[in-house]
Structure formats: C-alpha cells, structure tokens
C-alpha cells in the first residue's frame, strides 16, 4: 500500500504563485510515476502534471509554462510548482501515483480569486 498526503493548498491572487506537496510512504518502490490531477466544481477530474520514475514529465496544454512537476532526491515527495495562477486554475488538487495499482490522496483545495 502506498499512503499520499497533499499540502499546500489555499487562496492566491490571480497572477500569484503556489506550491502543492505530496509526500509519499509505504511500498513507494511500487510507483512508477506521481503527478496531479485536479478536479473543478462540476468538471471532471483532470491530468495536470506527471513525473515518471525516471524523471521524465508531462504537463496539461492549459498548465504548460506555468506549472513545473518536481520531486525530492529520495523520490519520496512531489511538488507542484504553480506561477501566473488564473481563477480557471481554481480545483481540488489530488496527488496520484501510478504502480500497478493507482492510489490517491485526500486532495488539497487551490482557489484564485481577487
């Protein structure tokens, strides 16, 4: 079993800056990549950013230059790095990681409003 637990979240200003953290325990050598999804009030939930275990990453269109994915040396936290917020950016935030099985944290609220 893999536990992961957000942090982070809050309310910005539009054009502000934020920074979401996932810390990762248990069987961490089962993942094979960790990222973000974020879930608006009535949207589906969405891929915003993906770190595999080999560092490689991917990004949404609409995130891109503006989000940057990242992780500590012992690959046991990762980090969203979130610049130029828009109020579109407004979600839950849910960290994931993939392994054989797809486990989710409790996920972490980011509201941009002026």
């Known amino acids: 079993q893999v536990q992961l637990v957000e942090s982070g979240g809050g309310l910005v200003q539009p054009g502000g800056s934020l920074t979401l953290s996932c810390a990762a325990s248990?069987?961490?050598?089962?993942?094979?990549?960790m990222g973000w999804y974020r879930q608006a009030p009535g949207k589906q939930r969405e891929l915003v950013a993906i770190?595999?275990?080999?560092?490689?990453?991917n990004y949404a269109d609409s995130v891109k230059g503006r989000f940057t994915i990242s992780r500590s040396n012992t690959k046991t936290t990762v980090y969203l790095h979130m610049n130029s917020l828009k109020p579109e950016d407004t979600a839950i935030y849910y960290c994931?990681?993939?392994?054989?099985?797809?486990?989710w944290g409790q996920g972490t609220q980011v509201t941009v409003s002026s």
């Open positions: 248990g069987s961490i050598f089962r993942l094979q990549s």
């Open positions: 770190i595999t275990s080999s560092g490689g990453t």
């Open positions: 994931y990681g993939a392994g054989s099985s797809t486990y």
